[in-house]
Each structure stands twice: as C-alpha cells, then as structure tokens.
C-alpha cells in the first residue's frame, strides 16, 4: 500500500518501519489491553455458519469521525437503510450481485447480499473460518515457524510494557483490541497452553525493528509449509517472466514469453505518479510478511502483517491488502494491491525465489536472475 516519493534503501525502510507514525496523543493505559494474556483467557468469536464471509473491512476511527456503514434492502443507493453494520462484524456472504441502479460516485457497482440486506462488496473482505488445531511446541531444531490467520479475525493480547509500533499506540488512543485478520501472516516464536487449557501462540512482526509483541489463540493460525514458497513455473527461462501493472485497467498480468500466464485486478496509487510508471523495474526484496508504515504527507499508515510483499522499486511492492475490496480501482499509496491468493501466486511465480526461513531475500543483482516488473498507463 506504500510509497515514498525520495529515493527508499531497505535500511531506511525498516528503520520507518520501527518508528511507525505516533500521529495520536495516547491516552492513559488501557486495562483491557494490559491484562495478562494467562488471566483474560482467549476463545475464538462464533462467526456465523457460512462457507464464504465478509468482514466489514472499515475501521470503528472512520465511524468516530463520523462515517457510517450502511445495509441496505436492496443492491441499491436509494433502498431503505436496514441499519448500520459494525466495525469487523462478519456476514454471510450469499451472493454477489450487480447494483439495481447506477450509482455514478463509485466506480465499483458490486453489492454483497447477506441474510440481513445487502452491503456494497469493497466494503467487505471475503474471508473463511477455518479454525486449525495448533502445534503444542516450536518444531525441532527451528527458532520459529511463519503462520497465516485462517478465521476472519483474531485478537491480539500485547506482551511488551507498553506499545512501540504507530498502529499499536493508534489502538491504545481509541481504545481498541488489536486484531489480525484473515489471510494475513505473522511470525511464531513460543508456544504456551493457558489457564483454560486454550493453545497461545507468540507472535511479532519478525521484519520490524523494533516490533510489538503478542499472544494470541492459536486455533486461529495455519503454519505455513513448503507448499507455500514452493516456485511456480520454476522451469521457464527466466528471462522470459515479466509482470505487467495496467494503471489504467487496474489490472496485473504475469507474463512468460509474451504469453499471458496470470491475471489479476488490483489497486493502485490514488495519488498520480505515486506508482512509479516505467520499466523495467526488477524484482529486489521480497518477504513473506512485514509491516508498511510511513507519515509522509497525505499517506499516513502503520499496517502490520502485510503478506507475500514483492518490492520492485523503493518502497513500491506488489502485496497482499486485507483493508478493502476494491480491486479494480486504484486505492493505495502506490503500492500495488491485490487479493491475498493474488499476492502470493505473484511472490511464488516471480524471481528470486524466497525460502521459508528466514523468510525473507534482497537481490542485489537487479540486471540478472530477478523478475521485471513493467508499469504502463496503456489503453
């Protein structure tokens, strides 16, 4: 979701990363946040019975400032107000359908019909819950193991003293339970069973420096395994592999010799000029999970967990985007956004490969062996 407008060396970028925006005044400690993980228990929400959910994806700071999210009668602007959904309320997700009239102030006419009403789609995440049963010990002979949160949201319990990361002091300010949400991945460095018998898991964000520290259920996470780094095409000269970023579609395509081999809509930076137009622009970082923050002028964010991010230039990556569904419209601070499944196809296709420990790989040489990525404004 992220760019910067100055030259952005990997350093720089972690050193960001640890600073986090601290754009809010912290009010006194929060209890609720401060309570021992071992005393306040952890349980799993009763997510509704649905094969295919949607979380409201807008954060409870939009409806403190006033903004509300409607769910309507209807697939449609005019139709009367059912009520008001929640920040992170979960919906089953029946269908989704075309608006019943234009709506000529969004670009997307896709509404999502719940048993309640209907709800415009880039408002909600579609999400599974698919609660796993969780390692009782860190692996044999590994420090740790990566995990992707496999329910539509998990709460966070803060191990450390107090918050260190902008988004951490952002949910003391307003008093909110920190949460990862579906699909999104985090590091694991202890395991632990609590008063109630419940599995914890120890999480951080292992690529920020300094990080916050967590425990969490951990029925709420898969590990990942081989499969989930494993190279797609591995075979294909890699000469021939390029990925093609249309700003004016909203659309990726992963090329193998002129043939097109993947599609995907994304979301693009709102700003003009905020997702670098050119190429070829390689392939140079690539982790399987970081935190995205800066507090450049009108691209203020602290957002941890960011999955299968693939930079291709300064502080520009193709990654996985869980804060909306609005692929297909340009949404970002110039990063590329995509669906998760997206993201991850992209970061296994392209080169160079990353293995699972540490997770993580620069390329240095830009010129040979990394994927070219091609960003046009083309009709």
């Given at each position: 979701m992220a760019s910067s407008k100055q030259p952005f060396s990997r350093r720089d970028f972690l050193k960001l990363a640890g600073l986090g925006m601290g754009v809010l005044a912290l009010r006194p400690w929060n209890s609720h946040l401060s309570v021992p993980a071992t005393s306040r228990g952890f349980s799993l929400p009763?997510?509704?019975?649905?094969?295919?959910?949607?979380?409201?994806?807008?954060?409870?700071?939009?409806?403190?400032?006033?903004?509300?999210?409607p769910l309507m009668s209807r697939p449609d602007v005019g139709s009367s107000r059912v009520r008001d959904a929640k920040p992170d309320e979960v919906f089953p997700w029946l269908h989704e359908v075309s608006a019943q009239t234009i709506d000529y102030n969004y670009q997307n006419q896709r509404w999502v019909e719940t048993p309640e009403g209907f709800i415009r789609s880039f408002y909600l995440q579609p999400c599974r819950n698919l609660p796993n049963t969780p390692l009782t010990a860190i692996p044999s002979g590994q420090n740790g193991f990566w995990a992707e949160v496999t329910v539509p949201y998990v709460d966070l319990i803060l191990d450390n003293p107090a918050p260190v990361s902008g988004w951490m002091r952002d949910h003391v300010a307003?008093?909110?339970i920190p949460r990862l949400y579906y699909s999104q991945v985090m590091w694991v460095d202890q395991i632990r069973t609590g008063d109630g018998g419940a599995v914890q898991y120890h999480?951080?964000?292992?690529?920020?420096?300094?990080?916050?520290?967590?425990?969490a259920e951990g029925a709420?996470?898969?590990?990942?395994?081989?499969?989930?780094?494993?190279?797609?095409?591995?075979?294909?000269?890699?000469?021939?592999?390029k990925v093609v970023v249309n700003l004016n579609y909203q659309t990726l395509s992963c090329m193998e010799d002129n043939k097109e081999v993947y599609f995907a809509s994304v979301s693009t930076g709102i700003?003009?000029?905020?997702?670098?137009?050119?190429?070829?622009?390689?392939?140079?970082?690539?982790?399987?999970?970081?935190?995205?923050?800066?507090?450049?002028?009108?691209?203020?964010?602290?957002l941890p967990g960011i999955s299968w991010a693939t930079f291709f230039h300064d502080g520009v990556a193709i990654h996985a985007a869980t804060s909306h569904n609005d692929f297909g419209t340009v949404h970002s601070h110039g990063c590329v956004n995509c669906h998760p499944e997206d993201a991850k196809w992209v970061f296994r296709w392209s080169l160079p490969t990353v293995p699972m420990e540490p997770g993580e790989i620069t390329w240095t040489d830009w010129v040979n062996g990394s994927t070219k990525v091609f960003v046009v404004d083309t009709f």
């Open positions: 009763d997510f509704p019975k649905a094969d295919l959910l949607g979380r409201n994806c807008t954060t409870d700071t939009s409806l403190l400032w006033g903004g509300t999210i307003y008093d909110r999480i951080n964000e292992r690529y920020a420096n300094p990080g916050d520290l967590f425990w709420a996470f898969r590990p990942l395994t081989a499969d989930d780094v494993s190279p797609i095409h591995p075979d294909v000269d890699p000469s021939t592999k700003q003009e000029g905020s997702t670098p137009i050119g190429g070829p622009q390689a392939v140079r970082w690539k982790l399987i999970s970081v935190r995205m923050s800066a507090a450049v002028t009108g691209a203020s964010y602290d």
